[in-house]
């Protein structure tokens, strides 16, 4: 089985839906935390926020 996909992002708040098409999921909304990476909860896609990004004032 392969690897989930990782993706840097420069911000901490993202949003995934899986590719699209037939292949895809419903789009959900994530927010990256202290442990500066979040998890796709359908499809497993990390995101982390790449070296120096900063996190929004929110979070």
């Known amino acids: 089985m ?3 996909e990782t993706v ?3 911000i901490s ?3 995934c ?3 699209g098409g037939a292949a895809g999921h419903p789009k959900v909304f994530l ?3 202290a442990a500066g990476f979040v998890e796709c ?3 497993d896609k990390r995101f982390t926020l ?3 990004a900063k ?3 929110a979070h």
């Open 50 to 52: 790449k070296p120096g």
């Open 13 to 15: 708040q993202v949003s």
């Open 31 to 33: 927010v990256i935390g």
């Open 2 to 4: 392969d690897a989930p």
């Open 41 to 43: 909860p359908y499809c």
């Open 8 to 10: 840097e992002v420069e």
């Open 17 to 19: 839906d899986g590719g």
């Open 55 to 57: 996190r929004s004032a």
